[in-house]
């Protein structure tokens, strides 16, 4: 056999050398490790009330306040709501499919979703539904964790029933409150019978009215005309103090609670403050939260 040229297996050993430090290093050190990063999501039906927003930014800050440097993003249920504010406040609302896509595409791994709903009714229950199907994706986000609504546990319902009450401005004797609900044919409507009662322990004069469930606006009217009641506040039972409020409960349509208060003989004074500007309430948020971010692993 012929013997190479040392020359020519200089060039050889060489052109070795360069392949294999040009080579990725993959039977070395094997695939790269994604790093976990965790991100809070926060999940409401939205308004196009300008002033309503002020309750969802208290929302914002002490959701802030209660996690400390971890990434906190906002998502709204409504595609109506979504479209309105981006022609009237030409502000551009993410979906909670679009906003759990960017964190996707933004590497994070684990997030936990928080619901700003007041019961978990068919928003709630399209939401979960949306969080499941990122969960676990190839190179998306590995785990979802939903946080419940305003209203959960029996436990939920008697503290809201007290922080609603305790918020109230202050009443004169033989004085009512009704809040108002939005109501659903879900059968989730049943948590707002269920805060009548709690209310009623607490409060005889406190009662409870939907726009669309039950307990109704005339089974309110009913009770209070039944008890001699002349004057009652009227109160969103409502993340946010937006078109309902302003329009079904105080507005002067011959349908809103107030005009057919005023018809029954009682005089109504509105207190136009979503159930996200109380800082009792904002608490059951953040708690509900805090369980949901703390099964992350």
């Keep these: 056999m012929k ?43 939205g308004t196009s009330v300008p002033k309503a927003w002020a309750a969802f930014d208290a929302l914002d800050r002490d959701m802030r306040k209660a996690f400390p440097g971890v990434e906190i993003r906002w998502a709204y249920t409504s595609k109506i709501i979504r479209e309105k504010v981006a022609k009237e406040q030409k502000k551009t609302l993410d979906s909670p499919m679009m906003a759990l896509a960017k964190l996707a595409d933004d590497g994070f791994t684990q997030v936990a979703v928080q619901s700003l709903q007041t019961i978990p009714g068919e928003e709630y229950e399209g939401l979960v539904k949306t969080a499941q199907a990122f969960a676990g994706l190839p190179k998306g986000i590995r785990q979802v964790e939903m946080g419940a609504p305003l209203l959960y546990s029996t436990e939920d319902v008697e503290k809201v029933a007290q922080a609603l009450l305790e918020s109230l401005p202050k009443r004169k004797a033989g004085e009512a409150v009704v809040f108002m609900g939005h109501g659903t044919k879900h ?24 726009v669309e469930g039950w307990p109704t606006l005339d089974d309110a009217v009913k009770a209070l005309s039944a008890k001699g009641v002349k004057k009652a506040l009227l109160v969103p039972f409502m993340a946010v103090a937006g078109d309902h409020a302003h329009n079904d409960m105080a507005g002067k349509e011959d349908d809103s609670f107030a005009s057919v208060m005023k018809k029954a003989g009682i005089a109504t004074e509105p207190v136009l403050r979503g159930t996200g500007e109380v800082e009792a309430l904002r608490a059951l948020w953040v708690a509900h939260a805090k369980v949901a971010f703390g099964h992350l692993k």
């Design 3 to 45: 013997k190479l040229h040392p020359s020519l297996w200089r060039v050889l050993v060489l052109g070795f050398l360069a392949l294999v430090l040009s080579s990725p290093p993959v039977l070395a050190h094997g695939p790269a490790v994604k790093q976990d990063k965790k991100a809070l999501l926060l999940v409401a039906f």
């Design 187 to 210: 059968p989730a409507n049943i948590y707002y019978p269920g805060m009548q009662y709690a209310l009623w322990e607490k409060d005889p004069l406190a009662f409870v009215a939907t």
